[in-house]
């Protein structure tokens, strides 16, 4: 096999320095093995990343990568390998983190239940079972805040911990069936055993975690306890996203928890009192849209308008603006303002296909409640044009808002008890309908009206 010049020079170097190499017969291919091993051992401060770079540079064969994984292991046990080599076997096994795993595992296993090693060393060595067991993309996480002692401990578990909170906010870890994200985080769990680490900053990460992977009520009592009693020493934007990361959770589990969308609602309240101006960064409509539609449910508006103040979000755009025109509206529709609300939306301009059709939906439905029979079939024939046309709206929201001018078109028309059963017992059996709960109280309140007048 043909060396380069480099790996040939440090060959050479290795059979000057070793005289009886003679008996053991190394072929040219086993002296490059040597010799790439010679390389990085000279480099004794180096850290496992820093060669783990160094090797990728090289591209090396998998084949090559056992063997020189080999010749370091029969060196000796790892317990007792000076630093160059245990760094440079933990740095080829981030190479090639599948190749005899079993047995770098159970050294290392073996290292850590060592009484007589030092909590630093310990944590190292718990960095590295981690490293190996995580995806890629983990590895290379935790390489970054790699910590050789107890003292930033803090920060390490810190920075890790706030990792994955932010990978739970875009679906990373979705439940107790991601393995190995679970296992990575059970790592960490285990440092901070490790190191008795009881501080309520990451005592919140912790929970939070928790309470996403298992969804467990008592892990939800926690998270709220520590952001409601304790004060945190972390950032206004940190904080901002514990609270929004409980507020998803908590959508998804208070019924089966025994909880209200109530419980959401103060949830928010309390985030505002704590972040404060934070609150209003990243700001998104769906969250606005979100809490206008818990404060007409329970009577908060007036919380509303003075989190909303003009002076409170001018900066943030018109998006924003237009948006809270709209709740405006929703807020007007809940009072019964009808008129209010067609004065609100005659000149609304949306600037979304979302907005556009809750704002047909708010007029044919203010115009129904009206009375205005002529109206509400007029607006029903434009709306079925507008969704016909537009290609932007997906087909869920098609069938949803189709489902709705179909239901409310023969409530418009229908002067007969059966035919009303008939509407609401389709409705009741129709999965995806826009304003269903308004719907079906129409429906109600429509056979209820025709019985009395029978």
Known sequence: ???????????????????????????????????????????????????????????????????????????????????????????????????????????????????????????????YLSEINEQASYRAGISQFYVPSAANVHDFLYRCLEDICASLTVGHIKNKDDKEQIAYFEKLLEVMRIFQVD????NLLKELVTLNIYKHKDSYIQVLNLLEKVELKISASSLRNCFLTTINVLYIQYNSWGLTQHHILQLFQLMVTKVQSEFYT???IQTIKNLATLCIRYDSKEWFDEVFAENKISHLGSEIGMTLRLCDAKFAFAAKDY????????????????????????????????????????????????????????????????????????????????????????????????????????????????????
Do not use: C
């Open 282 to 284: 990243n700001l998104s």
């Open 199 to 202: 501080e309520p900053e990451l």
């Open 1 to 127: 096999m043909k060396l380069d010049k480099k790996i040939y020079h440090l060959a050479r170097l290795l059979i000057d320095i070793r005289p009886k190499i003679s008996k053991y017969n190394w072929t040219l291919y086993e002296l490059e093995i040597r010799a790439f091993i010679s390389e990085f051992i000279e480099n004794a401060e180096q850290e496992p990343m820093v060669l783990y770079e160094s090797i990728h540079k090289r591209k090396p064969s998998k084949e090559f990568i056992d063997k020189v994984i080999k010749a370091i292991e029969a060196e000796a046990l790892y317990n007792n390998m000076e630093e160059a080599k245990r760094n440079m076997l933990l740095s080829i096994y981030h190479y090639n983190p599948n190749s005899n795993k079993n047995y770098f595992l159970e050294l290392t296993k073996n290292a850590i239940n060592n009484p007589e090693i030092t909590n630093p060393l310990r944590y190292q060595l718990e960095i």
């Open 339 to 454: 008129q209010r609300v067609l004065d609100i939306l005659i000149t609304y301009k949306t600037f979304d296909v979302f907005q556009d059709l809750e704002l047909r939906r708010l007029q044919v439905m203010s115009f129904y409640e009206m009375g205005e029979r002529v109206l509400v079939d007029n607006y029903l024939n434009a709306f079925k044009v507008y969704i016909h046309r537009n290609e932007t709206i997906n087909q869920v929201y098609k069938e949803s808002n189709n489902n709705f001018m179909r239901f409310l078109n023969r409530l418009n028309k229908t002067i007969d008890i059966k035919k009303a059963e008939s509407i609401l017992f389709e409705i009741n059996q129709t999965e995806r309908i826009a304003e269903k709960q308004w719907i079906t109280s129409k429906a109600n309140e429509l056979l209820t009206k025709l019985r009395e007048e029978k």
